[in-house]
């Protein structure tokens, strides 16, 4: 039972994670349609960021996150000034954008590469080793709340949804698409630093923690469904669950054990094609 | 008649340059035209058929290590072990690709990410079998009427592979099928509205690609005459996807010129800037699509048209 | 007379090196996944061969290194491979992933031209293929668990867990911890695979800490995943001792396991200690400015291993300086004191198998020697 109740902490706080990832996407996705594999890279960026300011500068804990979570925003909206934009005003098709973020992937990640040591960097903990799940658990229950609320009940939210429902439309009635399209970049560069900040400390900040975060908050988005903001959380979750839960529980060879989620997952979406939550 | 003597052409060209080059040089050749080859069929499934898959190398490694488990561990004669290797093929591709048909958008994206990732778990996990980590080794290409094939005559195999691979695809894209994919592509709705079974041109398309991915990896394995996980990861597979965009996706000469230019890039760049090469590359591909988001090959024609 | 002398002696230099410079290909990663081991091996290898230079050669003749990065892709690894024999070089020193390492093997039997790795420890890149041409001096898995073992044996353990990624070196090594294991009669009771781009290790850690075992071998060497490894033994509170492989060995733990580690016994093939180390550190560090660790002492061995073959041998040609290679006999800066790289009987990983010690994280410092060999 202590187990069950460990592993409950431990499988929300990595699926808290995966759902500030699969936001990133999702924020993306809504109004843009465009999927920006290059969120794992951000989170990265982010892990970064908390290297420098709190373990080299050691900054306090609320300043060195405020920064990082500024200098994400930033990031991202040069990201889509730079990657999309061009691409979008030129009314090129929707791929084209698609996969210029996959080469921005490679600058973000070679960036960083040629700049910090190849070992992993340390980043301390908000609140010390045996708090971190809860710290991450609460900061992200704090961003969905905030976004949900966003989209839900500020006009400026409903202004996304109908961009996300239909872009012509949108525009004739006047909603302004290239800046939702730059605000929905940089608050997806916001939750994916945010991801990588609050999970730096226990996987250290390295040059080639991108891709894995970036296919596992995939992985989450896929089940959660694209359609609401819940889902994202959701979809991280069930991932978290049935990867930790396979492990702890599962009797079949370690090695194995890292195949029967995706195994799972695949089945799960196989009667459930649309993810957890269909769009309204 | 004309036709046939161009691609006779084509091959004596292609596969007489071998015989000019130092051993390097054909070592580098043939991994080059083992990369367009790949290209080329990956080409055809995402470029002209418009499906987002990662399992293109697994199933380049599936090819590569049946041909070499079914030969040298269970001892089978070679045709044999090649149909069975093609045969494996085409049983996990129908696997992936009949329930991902029913699905929509980036299903089949994370059915074939899931593929390839299990491919790697099960190569570092299959004991005697596959190697485990360090894979097969120390075997030989069998022996035809007492001569083995090797040096530039095995470059000459694989010009033959990639002549033999574009063909089939040239041909295809050409009949009613390729208009089919492109439908698919474009519109899934419309194409259905037209009379396309989208769900069949799909799963055609996946597994025969998926099929000369393998065909391709029999290939390869008597290339070095070792197979190991590492070749066939997922990193891989995105640059795959990085030629195909560089070039430009849907052309055959896209696939072709992407894989050249991506595949060469380390070995020039490498010597000239040391490690910021991939900087260099990850610029060079974002600079391309914001340039000329129908790849290098859509250059070319905007050239060719305003000269 | 002063000044007349020293021109003197600069043609002296000049005409030793008159001749052409013996080329020596290195096959490294700066890029993927191994650039944090290769890099600072093929820096060592840089010093080792600036040293021998500095000192007038081999043969009367300078090496020249022709360093080449693979990327830790194996089948760009081998077409360099093939590059470096095009280009003239005699001898290949290899520094990348292990099946790289491998995959230009199949090059290196082929132009029959000779290959060492410094660094590689994988026990089958030696017994895979049969290639005369190919050595290895890194540390065998077979030899670290058995040093780990004859260390632990007055704690009588019975029951062990054994944990490691899912990177090809982790399996590989998992793979010899399990076989020593099995040999020296101790029951695994749990085996755990932390794979790559995990977020945590704790269920990992439950299953250990549920099968109470003795001990706990480490196998893995992603350092990130490692690190999950000891913050989850530290938030359960575990007590048993911790047995790691040479990954511990990298100085970066003490930065990035702060506080996680104390106490943790690791396999080394370096002494801080020995003679040879004091020396090789003080000259390394007043020649680049920066403090060198067992990673450069492994790529200053393998140049300088292979300089005294080519020296032995008498002149440049393979066969000649394989024969020698064969027959070396070499005390170098890595391995416990008095250890000498050999490979007796034609075997070609020349590790000795006493050659190893046993050290303890004391705090977050890489602590003293506790043991040495296998005995």
């Not at chain 1, 990640?109 to 992993?120: G, K, L, N």
């Not at chain 1, 694209?226 to 979750?237: D, M, P, W, Y």
Request: glycine share 10%; hydrophobic share 50%.
């Amino acid at each position: 039972m202590q187990d069950f109740l460990e592993l409950t902490v431990s499988a929300a706080a990595s699926g808290c994670i995966y759902g500030l990832i699969a936001l990133a996407y999702l924020l993306m996705i809504r109004p843009t349609g465009i999927i920006n594999f290059a969120v794992g890279e951000w989170a990265m960026v982010g892990a970064f960021g908390g290297y420098l300011l709190l373990s080299k500068f050691e900054w306090p804990y609320p300043l060195g996150m405020a920064a990082v979570l500024v200098f994400m925003l930033v990031i991202g909206w040069l990201t889509e000034r730079i990657a999309v934009r061009p691409l979008v005003e030129r009314g090129a098709p929707l791929l084209a954008p698609i996969l210029a973020l996959l080469g921005m992937l490679v600058v973000f990640r070679e960036a960083i590469s040629v700049s910090f040591a190849p070992d992993p960097h340390p980043v301390p903990y908000a609140l010390g080793i045996q708090r971190q799940s809860f710290f991450i658990i609460a900061v992200t229950s704090v961003v969905f709340i905030g976004v949900w609320l966003f989209f839900e009940r500020t006009i400026a939210g409903k202004s996304f949804e109908a961009v996300a429902i239909h872009r012509r439309a949108a525009a004739l009635m006047g909603i302004n698409l290239s800046r939702v399209t730059a605000l929905s970049f940089a608050a997806g560069a916001g939750a994916a630093g945010l991801a990588g900040l609050l999970v730096s400390p226990n996987v250290s900040a390295h040059y080639l923690m991108g891709v894995p975060l970036a296919i596992q908050g995939f992985t989450a988005l896929v089940i959660g469904g694209v359609g609401r903001v819940e889902g994202a959380l959701l979809g991280g979750l069930l991932l978290a669950f049935a990867e930790q839960l396979t492990v702890r529980y599962a009797p079949i060879p370690a090695g194995y054990a890292q195949g029967v989620p995706l195994l799972l997952l695949m089945l799960f979406l196989l009667l459930r094609p649309t993810g957890l939550l269909r769009a309204k | 008649m004309s036709s046939l003597l161009r691609w006779l052409g084509a091959a004596l060209l292609l596969a007489g340059a071998a015989f000019l080059l130092s051993d390097y040089h054909n070592d580098v050749y043939r991994k080059l035209l083992l990369w367009v080859t790949l290209a080329l069929s990956y080409n055809f499934l995402f470029g002209i058929c418009g499906q987002i898959a990662f399992s293109h190398f697994a199933f380049y490694g599936i090819g590569a290590y049946s041909v070499v488990i079914f030969l040298f561990q269970f001892h089978l004669p070679f045709p044999l072990a090649i149909l069975l290797g093609i045969a494996l093929c085409i049983l996990f591709a129908l696997a992936v690709a009949i329930p991902s048909a029913r699905l929509e958008g980036f299903y089949l994206a994370l059915a074939t990410l899931a593929l390839a990732q299990l491919f790697i778990v099960v190569l570092n996990e299959g004991g005697a079998v596959t190697g485990g980590p360090g894979g097969l080794a120390n075997y030989k290409l069998p022996e035809f009427l007492g001569t083995r094939i090797r040096g530039p005559w095995y470059t000459a195999v694989i010009v033959l592979l990639l002549l033999g691979t574009l063909a089939v695809l040239w041909r295809l894209d050409r009949s009613w099928f390729g208009r089919a994919c492109r439908a698919v592509r474009d519109n899934p709705e419309v194409a259905a509205a037209m009379g396309v079974d989208v769900a069949r041109t799909k799963v055609t398309a996946f597994t025969l690609t998926s099929a000369l991915a393998g065909i391709a990896g029999m290939v390869y394995a008597f290339v070095d005459n070792t197979v190991n996980p590492p070749i066939f990861g997922l990193d891989n597979a995105f640059l795959l996807l990085f030629m195909v965009i560089v070039g430009g996706a849907g052309r055959h000469a896209g696939a072709i010129i992407g894989a050249a230019l991506l595949f060469l890039v380390p070995f020039v760049l490498s010597p000239l800037i040391g490690h910021h090469h991939v900087l260099v590359f990850g610029v060079l591909v974002v600079a391309a699509i914001l340039l000329q988001p129908r790849g290098l090959v859509g250059l070319y024609d905007a050239i060719r048209r305003h000269p | 007379m002063k000044n007349l002398l020293a021109v003197a002696a600069a043609l002296l230099a000049a005409s030793t090196f008159a001749q052409e410079p013996i080329k020596i290909g290195v096959i490294t990663d700066r890029v993927g996944v191994s650039k944090p081991y290769s890099e600072p091996c093929t820096e060592g290898t840089v010093f080792g061969a600036a040293e021998i230079n500095r000192r007038g050669g081999v043969l009367g003749r300078k090496i020249e290194l022709l360093i080449e990065d693979d990327q830790s892709r194996p089948d760009i690894s081998a077409a360099l491979a093939r590059k470096l024999i095009d280009q003239g070089a005699v001898f290949i020193l290899s520094m990348s992933l292990t099946p790289a390492t491998q995959q230009q093997q199949t090059v290196t039997m082929e132009a029959k031209t000779p290959q060492m790795t410094p660094m590689n420890s994988g026990d089958t890149l030696t017994t895979q293929l049969p290639n005369p041409y190919f050595w290895q001096t890194g540390p065998l898995g077979s030899i670290q668990i058995a040093t780990l073992l004859a260390h632990a044996r007055a704690q009588n353990l019975k029951r062990v867990a054994l944990i490691s990624d899912n990177s090809d070196l982790g399996q590989l090594l998992a793979r010899f911890f399990r076989a020593g294991l099995e040999k020296a009669g101790i029951q695994i009771a749990a085996e755990e695979v932390v794979p790559r781009g995990a977020t945590t290790a704790e269920p990992q850690m439950q299953k250990i800490r549920a099968a109470n075992p003795d001990a706990m071998f480490m196998a893995g060497v992603l350092t990130a995943e490692n690190v999950l490894i000891f913050k989850a033994y530290r938030q359960f509170g575990l007590k048993f001792q911790i047995h790691s492989s040479y990954n511990l060995s990298v100085p970066v733990y003490m930065s990035v396991a702060k506080g996680l580690i104390d106490g943790v016994t690791f396999v080394d093939a370096y002494d801080p200690d020995k003679p040879e180390v004091k020396q090789f550190v003080a000259e390394y560090t007043k020649a680049t400015g920066k403090a060198p660790f067992n990673m450069h002492g492994y790529g200053y061995d393998g140049i300088m291993m292979v300089a005294e073959a080519i020296r032995r041998a008498g002149s440049t040609d393979k066969e000649k300086i394989r024969e020698a290679m064969q027959q070396t006999s070499y005390a170098g800066v890595m391995g416990a004191k008095g250890m000498k790289y050999r490979f007796p009987e034609g075997k070609r990983a020349g590790f000795d198998p006493d050659g190893m010690v046993v050290r303890v994280y004391e705090g977050d410092r890489q602590g003293r020697v506790v043991h040495v060999g296998q005995k």
